[in-house]
């Protein structure tokens, strides 16, 4: 995993490509480079060796012909089945999966992302033709940035390098009005800055001439359709070995991995199917946060759970005295709002592995999107947060033109059951999508790559279409998912009860950092969004009556903080 970074035009100089990469090179702090033609494409790097160590691995890489250049961000977890198609037409100088996929490439053409396992964000400069082809995964866990003018292309996989190559800071007032109004964080090619967009998971794009053009490669729907008729002799069998190759996948590498472990059913799943990986497990690290506070923490169930296990456990803590100071940081970093106190608590993790020299992570997110695992999914509501009674929005303190400016976000429904489409919006539209990018951000900051074996395209695709009470059995949600762990789990294993929070969020807003919460919001009082008395009435309201909602006081200090 890396950061990569482009300009394609007259605006294209090795000056303008490198300070992009300063901007970014949390991401990659083993080895930067570029390549460059003037006032016409450069291309730049900032390398995380995970595969084949050595320099012959650095990029921007060239292929043998001479005529292709690549950056890419990411894994091809199947690079060693791929690689061995393609040794009998390609001279292979690396160990590298950045050469496979560069091959792919020249050898398959666009078709190559469909043989693709992995996660990806990459980009090729076609000398030749002057083109520029770019395309992200699936489900889009990479990132891919960019902006337009007449005189450039200019793509990053973050949102500060395109501002420090010129591109102006405004407000998207379209995706901030719903995201206040209903929690959106936008559609998949949206962002919050006027001009800056995303290359949505599973599309690609070519730039040539000055036209962009951006077309769609992965169809989720259809492979969907056609699973759903498709059953195997022993259901709970392929989905294990499913599962059990997905972890497999995602062990290789070059350098030390660990993993993410909190006390639920999917990082107990996730532990299990480790451990019945054949590798020295005594080099496999665990981490997992606490606030010190016992309603939220998990450490005695992720203990128990690594009882006669070798896996050496790292705990990494987080006080509300920290919060200020970290959030700050981090909506400076993420340039987007993000998911509060709980994302904080998580970078610890990656803080620590970065101190202990962990490059890699494991953890267990799309199980709940591939299983139905929400509480929302059984109680018919069109909700996408957990736990929820009434509407944690609080659009009084709106300007009313700002809050009913545009129209509500609307989700695309493909399928004819209601439970898949929830899932579908999910996976494609709000849960997932936020969730990569948060976690995104958050591990590349301490240059630690994260990867998630439940979302695996192959697996991800299987459990989708299987049938509801696959998923949801007499009110027991996660169903087929929970009779596999029993298998795989130590028989008196006792799992911490589900809860839609994770940390004490509410009571630090509200008491520990009341005062500092006070003087991020005042910040509002003078943007012409909001109206300072319902913003003052609302602040009251929540540090004297009612806390159990907080998340509209984060998506107050996440504006204060970006704007």
Same mark, same amino acid.
């Given at each position: 995993?890396?950061?990569?970074?482009?300009?394609?035009?007259? &605006?294209?100089?090795?000056? /303008?490509?490198? *300070?992009?990469?300063?901007?970014?090179?949390?991401?990659?702090?083993?080895?930067?480079?570029?390549?460059?033609?003037?006032?016409?494409?450069?291309?730049?790097?900032?390398?995380?060796?995970? $595969?084949?160590?050595?320099?012959?691995?650095?990029?921007?890489? *060239?292929?043998?012909?001479?005529?292709?250049?690549?950056?890419? +961000?990411?894994?091809?977890?199947?690079?060693?089945?791929?690689? &061995?198609?393609?040794?009998?037409?390609?001279?292979? #100088?690396?160990?590298?999966?950045?050469?496979?996929?560069? +091959?792919?490439? $020249?050898?398959?053409?666009?078709?190559?992302?469909?043989?693709?396992?992995?996660?990806?964000?990459?980009?090729?400069?076609?000398?030749?033709?002057?083109?520029?082809?770019?395309? !992200?995964? !699936?489900?889009?866990?990479?990132?891919?940035?960019?902006?337009?003018?007449?005189?450039?292309?200019?793509?990053?996989?973050?949102? @500060?390098?395109?501002?420090?190559?010129?591109?102006?800071?405004?407000?998207?007032?379209?995706?901030?009005? +719903?995201?206040?109004?209903?929690?959106? %964080?936008?559609?998949?090619?949206?962002?919050?800055?006027?001009?800056?967009?995303?290359?949505?998971?599973?599309?690609?794009?070519?730039? &040539?001439?000055?036209?962009?053009?951006?077309?769609?490669?992965?169809?989720?729907?259809?492979?969907?359709?056609?699973?759903?008729?498709?059953?195997?002799?022993?259901?709970?069998?392929?989905?294990? @070995?499913?599962?059990?190759?997905? $972890?497999?996948?995602?062990? !290789?590498?070059?350098?030390?991995?660990?993993?993410?472990?909190?006390?639920?059913?999917?990082?107990?799943?996730?532990?299990?199917?480790?451990?019945?990986?054949?590798? =020295?497990?005594?080099?496999?690290?665990?981490?997992?946060?606490?606030?010190?506070?016992?309603?939220?923490?998990?450490?005695?169930?992720?203990?128990?759970?690594?009882? +006669?296990?070798?896996?050496?456990?790292?705990?990494?803590?987080?006080?509300?005295?920290?919060?200020?100071?970290?959030?700050?940081?981090?909506?400076?970093?993420?340039?987007?709002?993000?998911?509060?106190?709980?994302?904080?608590?998580?970078?610890?993790?990656?803080?620590?592995?970065?101190?202990?020299?962990?490059?890699?992570?494991? =953890?267990?997110?799309?199980?709940?999107?591939?299983?139905?695992?929400?509480?929302?999914?059984?109680?018919?509501?069109?909700? @996408?947060?957990?736990?929820?009674?009434?509407?944690?929005? #609080?659009? @009084?303190?709106?300007?009313?033109?700002?809050?009913?400016?545009?129209?509500?976000?609307?989700?695309?429904?493909?399928?004819?059951?209601?439970?898949?489409?929830?899932?579908?919006?999910?996976?494609?539209?709000? #849960?997932?999508?936020?969730?990569?990018?948060?976690?995104?951000?958050?591990?590349?900051?301490?240059? *630690?790559?994260?990867?998630?074996?439940?979302?695996? %395209?192959?697996?991800?695709?299987?459990?989708?279409?299987?049938?509801?009470?696959?998923?949801? /059995?007499?009110?027991?949600?996660?169903?087929?998912?929970?009779?596999?762990?029993?298998?795989?789990?130590?028989?008196?294993?006792?799992?911490?009860?589900?809860?839609?929070?994770?940390?004490?969020?509410?009571?630090?807003?509200?008491?520990?950092?009341?005062?500092?919460? !006070?003087?991020?919001?005042?910040?509002?009082?003078?943007?012409?969004?909001?109206?300072?008395?319902?913003?003052?009435?609302?602040? =009251?309201?929540?540090?004297?009556?009612?806390?159990?909602?907080?998340?509209?006081?984060?998506?107050?200090?996440?504006?204060?903080?970006?704007?």
């Amino acid at each position: 995993m890396c950061g990569i970074a482009g300009i394609v035009g007259r &605006k294209a100089n090795r000056s /303008k490509v490198l *300070t992009m990469l300063e901007t970014q090179k949390h991401r990659g702090p083993d080895f930067t480079d570029y390549y460059c033609e003037e006032n016409k494409i450069a291309l730049g790097h900032n390398r995380l060796s995970i $595969i084949d160590l050595s320099s012959n691995a650095n990029q921007p890489f *060239t292929s043998n012909c001479g005529n292709y250049v690549v950056v890419f +961000n990411g894994e091809i977890y199947n690079y060693i089945e791929l690689r &061995k198609e393609l040794e009998k037409n390609y001279l292979f #100088k690396t160990q590298s999966d950045t050469e496979v996929l560069l +091959n792919a490439y $020249i050898k398959w053409g666009e078709s190559c992302l469909d043989k693709f396992n992995g996660m990806f964000s990459f980009a090729i400069w076609n000398k030749k033709e002057q083109h520029l082809f770019a395309a !992200r995964d !699936r489900f889009g866990v990479k990132p891919f940035y960019y902006s337009i003018d007449h005189d450039a292309f200019t793509f990053a996989s973050e949102i @500060n390098p395109l501002f420090s190559a010129g591109v102006p800071k405004i407000p998207n007032d379209k995706v901030w009005s +719903n995201y206040f109004t209903e929690g959106s %964080y936008g559609l998949p090619s949206d962002t919050f800055w006027k001009n800056i967009h995303q290359l949505p998971g599973g599309h690609s794009l070519q730039f &040539k001439n000055n036209a962009l053009q951006i077309k769609r490669w992965y169809f989720f729907e259809n492979q969907i359709l056609k699973l759903q008729s498709q059953f195997q002799e022993n259901e709970e069998e392929y989905i294990t @070995n499913l599962l059990l190759r997905a $972890i497999n996948f995602r062990f !290789r590498a070059d350098v030390p991995i660990g993993f993410n472990l909190s006390g639920g059913l999917d990082s107990s799943s996730l532990l299990a199917l480790i451990d019945k990986q054949d590798i =020295d497990k005594r080099g496999v690290e665990v981490f997992t946060f606490i606030t010190n506070d016992d309603r939220y923490d998990e450490l005695i169930w992720v203990k128990s759970m690594l009882e +006669n296990k070798p896996f050496p456990l790292n705990v990494c803590p987080i006080a509300a005295s920290e919060i200020p100071a970290l959030s700050l940081k981090m909506a400076q970093h993420q340039m987007e709002p993000y998911g509060g106190v709980p994302t904080l608590a998580y970078s610890k993790i990656f803080q620590k592995a970065q101190q202990k020299g962990v490059k890699v992570l494991l =953890d267990g997110q799309g199980a709940d999107e591939a299983w139905a695992g929400y509480d929302y999914y059984t109680n018919n509501s069109q909700n @996408n947060i957990q736990g929820i009674r009434n509407s944690p929005f #609080k659009i @009084n303190v709106l300007n009313s033109d700002f809050a009913n400016s545009y129209p509500k976000t609307s989700y695309p429904k493909p399928f004819e059951d209601e439970l898949l489409n929830l899932q579908y919006r999910d996976l494609f539209y709000t #849960k997932i999508p936020r969730a990569l990018r948060f976690n995104d951000r958050v591990s590349m900051l301490y240059g *630690t790559e994260l990867r998630e074996p439940f979302l695996d %395209y192959q697996l991800m695709e299987y459990v989708f279409s299987r049938p509801t009470e696959y998923k949801i /059995k007499e009110g027991i949600q996660k169903k087929m998912f929970r009779n596999i762990a029993q298998k795989l789990l130590q028989k008196d294993l006792v799992l911490a009860p589900k809860r839609p929070l994770q940390t004490p969020q509410r009571e630090w807003l509200s008491m520990d950092l009341k005062d500092w919460v !006070r003087a991020e919001v005042e910040i509002l009082y003078h943007n012409n969004w909001f109206n300072k008395k319902e913003l003052e009435s609302e602040l =009251d309201l929540f540090f004297n009556v009612n806390n159990q909602s907080s998340f509209h006081i984060w998506q107050w200090i996440n504006a204060s903080q970006l704007l």
